[in-house]
């Protein structure tokens, strides 16, 4: 019985080549998390240092404002 060697640097390339071709190109999943966050930030212009804090992002389902490095936030809702 005759035993067929293959060279290293074949084999090497019989794994290879199927593990390059399987590889595919960046693809967006998207897993249901926010992302694409906007915040518009306005200061009223009346002298009574009222700030207007507007939030977006897709797939959101609440906000939070929280300010400085407080645990509890000072504002939630689910509209932004």
Known sequence: MQVFKLPYHL?????????IW???DDIDID???PG??????ETADDGSGLVFIQAN???ATEYQLRIGS?????E???TG
Do not use: H, W
């Not at 407080?70 to 000072?74: A, F, I, K, L, S």
């Open 11 to 19: 084999a090497l390339l019989f794994v290879f080549i199927p593990a």
């Open 31 to 33: 897993n249901g998390d």
């Open 36 to 41: 694409n966050l906007t915040v518009d930030v």
């Open 57 to 59: 992002a897709n797939n």
């Open 70 to 74: 407080d645990d509890q936030p000072v």
């Open 76 to 78: 939630v809702n689910i």
């Open 22 to 24: 399987s590889c595919e």
